[in-house]
């Protein structure tokens, strides 16, 4: 009995010392990497400049057909937030030909930085992203409060980035 006291005291101890850690900690549990994102105009974004204002960066590749449907919605939170600080990037996926996301970006009317992953190196720098769309919404601290793979909760983009600008 007294075993499983302790086990039971131990396991307490841990779940509201995890609680209180997460309740303390700064927005974000992860900071963004610091990685420099070549991009379609052949200019280069360095995240690290990006720091003190709302970053949405998105791995997507052209034949992915959940990647293709958000472009509107990314379109859309371009349009709305970028005067007031939101920097969106769509990262192409390092075997997405350049040629073909170029066309994409010109179809589809991206108004917004297209990166291009041609080395894998922000990728990696992620978390070693693979599937795609994978989402990290980055807080103007620099810190990720939001990373989803697959479809997106819009809403609660929005709440954040209502709060932020």
């Known amino acids: 009995m007294k075993t499983r ?66 472009i509107p919605h990314l379109r859309e939170l371009h349009d709305r ?21 170029a066309e994409m970006a010109r179809r589809r009317d991206i108004n917004y930085t297209v990166g291009l992953d041609a080395t894998g190196e922000v990728a990696t720098a992620f978390g070693d992203v693979r599937l795609t769309p994978t989402s990290f919404l980055i807080a103007p601290n620099g810190r990720i409060v939001y990373q989803k793979v697959g479809e997106m909760d819009w809403q609660q983009v929005e709440r954040h980035l209502s709060r932020w600008l």
């Open 81 to 101: 937030y970028h005067e007031r600080g939101l920097k969106v990037i769509g990262v192409a996926m390092a075997y997405d030909p350049p040629e073909q996301v």
């Open 5 to 70: 006291d302790l086990l039971v005291g131990a396991f307490l101890v841990v779940l509201v010392g995890g609680l209180l850690a997460l309740w303390l900690a700064p927005e974000g549990l992860r900071p963004m990497p610091r990685v420099v994102v070549p991009t379609l105009d052949q200019s280069q974004v360095d995240l690290a400049s990006l720091e003190g204002r709302p970053v949405l960066i998105t791995f997507w590749a052209t034949t992915c057909i959940s990647c293709v449907q958000e």
